[in-house]
Nanobody, 123 residues
Framework: QVQLVESGGGLVQAGGSLRLSCAASGRSFSLYTMGWFRQAPGKEREFVAGIRWNGGSTYKSDSVKGRFTISRDNAKNTVYLQMNSLKPEDTAVYYC????????????????WGQGTQVTVSS
């Protein structure tokens, strides 16, 4: 069992930056693959980035490549999403999620979810 709590969201102007954190509690965090998803109003929840247990593989959807970076600190049981050059279309609730095995890009791949943190980018 893993419990996930996101933080770091807020209101930022276009072009600004935010760093989201996802703190995990429970057993064996370092063994889990972690993912970030986001959901804008009226839209499906979409994959943003994922990182394997050792940090060796990361995946970012095309919409955020070059702007967002996922990383993790297993000693702190935390995964991060650094978001730069933010755009109004990045406005969404951002969720972290955990699973075993390879990075998944759909919500059904993941077993554990946080409550989400709101990111709002003004133009």
């Amino acid at each position: 069992q893993v419990q996930l709590v996101e933080s770091g969201g807020g209101l930022v102007q276009a072009g600004g930056s935010l760093r989201l954190s996802c703190a995990a509690s429970g057993r064996s965090f370092s063994l889990y693959t972690m993912g970030w998803f986001r959901q804008a109003p009226g839209k499906e929840r979409e994959f943003v980035a994922g990182i394997r247990w050792n940090g060796g593989s990361t995946y970012k959807s095309d919409s955020v490549k070059g702007r967002f970076t996922i990383s993790r600190d297993n000693a702190k049981n935390t995964v991060y999403l650094q978001m730069n050059s933010l755009k109004p279309e990045d406005t969404a609730v951002y969720y972290c999620a955990a699973k075993m095995g390879i990075v998944g890009t759909v919500t059904d791949d993941y077993d554990y979810w946080g409550q989400g943190t709101q990111v709002t980018v003004s133009s």
